[in-house]
Every structure is written in C-alpha cells, then in structure tokens.
C-alpha cells in the first residue's frame, strides 16, 4: 500500500469522516464503524479484507471502539477526478487569502466530500465558483473551469456574456492546458471592461504560499499604500518590484501599482518586513 499511496481516512463511532489532509493521494480507504456500513456514495465499493487489512482479522480501535475489517470501504479516485479535487481546494485557498467569503468546509475539503458533492467524475462546468468579497459584498468574482483542453475564443464569449448578465467584471479560468492565441486577443479586447486571469491546473496543484520558502505576503489596501508612503516619505517609482507574473503576484491577484508586504523570519530581529510594488 505504502508503494501505491494509498490513504487512510479513519471515522469516529458516529460514521462522520475526520478532515484528513489526503491531496497526495490518488486511492482512499475510509473506514466505517461496523454498524455504519451504509455507503455515503454509489461509487464506493467494499474492500476484500483478505487485501486491506489481512492482519488484523479481528479488527482494530478507533475512536474508543471497535472496527471489524470487513468495515473496510475502498474508494479510488480517477487521475482526472484525483486532479481536480487537487485543484478545487487550492482554488478554495487563493480566493480564501485574497478575502473572499469561502465556506470553511472547501479549505479543509477532503476526498470523500469533493465526490459527495460534486461526484466521481465530475464535469468541469458543475465546479464553476460565484464569490464575494467578505467587506464588500458587491466585489464579486466567477470561476471558470472550461471543459475544452485548449479554450478558443466561443468559451470566452460565453463567460463574458455569463458576467455581463450576473453583473460582475472578474473572472478566473482553471485551464487543463492553456488558450489560443485568438482567445488571448478576446480576453484583451474586453480588457477595460472585464478582469480575466487564466491559470493551468498544473499551476494550482498546490498552494505555493505554503511552501516552506515563500514567505508571508500581505497585500496592501489603497489606504495602507498611502500611510506607507506617507511614513517614509516615498514615492511608487523609490519601492522594491514585484513583477505582475510573479507566481506569487499572480496567486494573490495583484494589479500594477499595488504594494505587498511581505515578511521573513530574521534570526536577530525576529522577522525582517519589506515592501515590494507591484508592475
């Protein structure tokens, strides 16, 4: 098991799974009490004991209790589905650290809800996200999933359509491969209009910011810019850069002209802050 990956997801006595971190993982195993033996998802299917826990016949503790192995319920993951879920919850964080209003189960969302929710192989259009600011509920944000591979120029009219008619002017699309250099111009055209950002998936696999050599980015409001300035008397053209197509920048969807803090440990002052503008 160890070579193939697979997870463990243990369940207290109620049968109501624990949030495991599993995103490293393309098969799961979830572990019922032996009066739970309901499965939660047609897709689910039970595990031979002989295979899973062929050394532990009698069964094991969890939870203060006792688990006969044949409580052993297998869940496989698609690389596709595996994937997706990967993504959904890297999403779920990057809109959670740019103050969106995300409900807390999507940040600690685990295997078994991602195909509760949205199911074994889920299309793409099912995942599409409307957010909102959490200070201002009108700063509205659509996240696309396009279901083409490479996404031509049709799929963008439809989401600028879709926006237009939901009244909202920023857009995210989770791209399987990337655009055309037509959809490219399209997104360019409606530009002064609509914010369209694009990421592949293989972009949001994983949250970056986490890794433990980035440091802490704080993005700076408008008024926060101007104190920072104002305190030390500067100008926009005197700050450290950041490049737009920082990984980072990009992560935290930052504008040209906007100023991020960002924060390192310091072994003699305790942690170093510096600023960077945004171009």
């Not at 209003?101 to 809800?113: D, G, K």
């Amino acid at each position: 098991f160890l070579q193939e990956k697979v997870a463990f997801l243990l369940t207290p006595r109620s049968g109501v799974l624990s949030d495991a971190v599993c995103m490293q993982y393309s098969t799961y195993l979830f572990i019922w009490p032996h009066n739970h033996l309901q499965s939660p998802i047609n897709a689910l299917q039970r595990a031979d004991s002989d295979n899973v826990m062929s050394d532990n016949e009698d069964g094991m503790d969890i939870d203060g209790g006792r688990v006969n192995s044949r409580s052993v319920i297998q869940v496989s993951l698609t690389p596709v589905t595996s994937r997706l879920f990967r993504v959904y919850r890297t999403v779920s964080a990057m809109l959670h650290k740019r103050s969106y209003s995300i409900p807390r189960e999507y940040l600690s969302m685990t295997p078994y809800m991602f195909v509760s929710k949205f199911g074994m192989d889920p299309p793409r259009e099912s995942l599409t996200m409307l957010v909102e600011k959490i200070d201002d509920e009108s700063d509205q944000l659509f996240i696309f999933f396009p279901d083409e591979e490479k996404v031509g120029v049709g799929p963008i009219r439809i989401f600028v359509e879709r926006m237009k008619a939901e009244g909202v002017v920023n857009a995210i699309m989770v791209l399987q491969q990337g655009v055309t250099s037509l959809a490219k111009q399209a997104v360019l055209e409606v530009s002064d209009s609509f914010s369209i950002e694009h990421f592949r998936e293989a972009e949001l696999l994983v949250d970056i910011t986490e890794h433990t050599l980035v440091p802490e980015h704080v993005v700076l409001n408008p008024a926060e810019k101007a104190e920072l300035l104002k305190r030390y008397r500067l100008r926009d053209t005197q700050l450290p850069r950041i490049q737009v197509a920082d990984p980072v920048a990009r992560f935290y969807g930052m504008k040209r002209g906007q100023v991020v803090k960002i924060i390192r440990p310091s072994e003699t002052a305790g942690r170093y802050v510096t600023y960077r503008i945004c171009i």
